[in-house]
């Protein structure tokens, strides 16, 4: 691995009805320093940040028992998702001291939403 590398690991945990599943844990090369959203729809390629900002502020979240000092960002925005426009409206909260930045995430369309949370964070040197 590369000096300008990390190996991100995570684990998407879904709940359907009440119930908790735990997905495969997956390992990926990075680059230390990530552009937050670059090349993603729905996102100012020029800032990283999400288009259509409605709101920010900044709040601490802990994750793991370590607090996280985050700035959020309340967003609306049209995207075309398979041809068809929708109106998606969110929130996401970064941390520059978090690899990737997310910390947190929702969003609710009109055909459905997503959300996101870190429930553990360790950066190991």
Request: contains cysteine; proline residues 3%; charged residues 30%.
């Amino acid at each position: 691995m590369k000096d300008d590398q990390l190996v991100l690991e995570s684990v998407s945990i879904t709940t359907t009805n009440g119930k908790e599943e735990k997905g495969t844990p997956t390992k990926r090369k990075v680059p230390k320093e990530i552009t937050f959203g670059k090349g993603v729809a729905g996102v100012d390629q020029a800032t990283g940040l999400p288009s259509g900002i409605t709101e920010e502020g900044k709040e601490t979240l802990k994750v793991n028992g370590i607090e996280y000092e985050c700035k959020w960002y309340k967003f609306k925005q049209k995207v075309k998702v398979r041809a068809a426009e929708t109106e998606v409206e969110g929130q996401v909260w970064v941390s520059d001291d978090v690899p990737g930045r997310q910390v947190k995430f929702w969003n609710k369309a009109s055909n459905g939403g997503f959300s996101q949370e870190a429930t553990e964070i360790t950066i190991k040197k």
